[in-house]
């Protein structure tokens, strides 16, 4: 519960922080204000996740070279689990890979996620929580977006000031957040994962898994936390691109795709070379040679009178 607590009062510091940057630009009790601050707080979570991003995309990258000593091991060890448990965890210590990096981010994100819930819900119930004062929470209380205040849910629909508008809002959020999650995965087995990985058939059922579960809890989030969540994986989605693109596995489209690119961006730099060179060759040839003025022989007689 300590930690939590600590969550609680770092989280509603950050939002605090925010507040205070952004209510003499947009109003104290302002939608807008809390709705960003919320944005900022994702950005700054993101920020400090990033070496803890970079383990995850090491861990991902050595799981996909152990794939055919861990096939292995499984078709070795097929009817002995334990075993191959064993067998498993002797490679990832002989080889320093932590499968659990490659979840580290979430598994971080998850009590954040609870100390943002808790803190809205102190709104909702007209609660201070962490270091949020109660004129602060008087202000959330009245922050609006859409005509839905941010600790507005979709099941207490009923307790707000307009039912329909929360209803409808929430729904929207929750759709979006589902997408954004489903895009993300959908983006990461596609692209760079490759074929033979054993884990796909997994990761394909997480797939529709994560976003039905996010659609089913998603009712009872207040529109802060689906603010925050649909804002996380934007940012998920924008970073991941990026690896996909400038740092794919090695035997995945992405790879190969990258491969090509290189190759036709060191064929246009050739090509430009030689054109370049041709170019110069036929300056060179074309350049008219300087004329040389031969003196004008004078008559015998001129010279003579000279």
């Known amino acids: 519960m300590f930690i939590l607590e600590w969550l609680e009062i770092a989280v509603s510091w950050i939002l605090v922080t925010f507040h205070a940057v952004l209510s003499p630009i947009f109003g104290a009790a302002s939608g807008v204000a809390w709705g960003l601050s919320i944005v900022g707080l994702v950005i700054v979570i993101r920020v400090l996740l990033i070496p803890l991003f970079v383990k995850q995309i090491k861990a991902q990258r050595n799981l996909q070279i152990l794939q055919p000593q861990m096939k292995e091991i499984q078709t070795k060890y097929a009817g002995d689990r334990q075993r191959q448990s064993e067998e498993m965890m002797k490679l990832y210590r002989e080889t320093g890979t932590n499968p659990l990096s490659s979840c580290l981010p979430i598994i971080v994100q998850a009590p954040i996620f609870f100390a943002l819930f808790r803190v809205l819900q102190g709104m909702a119930q007209d609660k201070a929580v962490g270091v949020m004062t109660p004129e602060l929470v008087q202000q959330g209380r009245e922050a609006t977006i859409f005509g839905v205040p941010i600790y507005g849910t979709f099941m207490n629909a009923a307790e707000t000031p307009n039912p329909t508008a929360t209803h409808v809002v929430t729904i929207i959020m929750i759709i979006l957040m589902s997408l954004t999650t489903f895009i993300t995965q959908r983006q990461l087995i596609v692209k760079n994962t490759a074929a033979d990985n054993p884990m796909v058939r997994q990761q394909k059922i997480l797939l529709y898994i994560f976003p039905l579960m996010f659609a089913v809890g998603g009712i009872n989030f207040p529109l802060g936390v689906l603010i925050y969540w649909l804002t996380t994986n934007l940012w998920s989605m924008g970073q991941q691109f990026w690896v996909i693109r400038n740092n794919p596995q090695p035997g995945t489209p992405a790879y190969d795709a ?13 090509g430009t070379a030689a054109t370049a060179a041709s170019a110069t060759a036929v300056v060179e040839e074309e350049e008219p040679k300087p004329i040389r ?13 000279g």
């Open 293 to 305: 003025n031969q003196p004008k022989r004078q008559p015998r007689k001129k010279r003579k009178g």
């Open 258 to 270: 990258k491969m090509q690119r290189e190759a036709a961006k060191a064929a246009r730099k050739a």
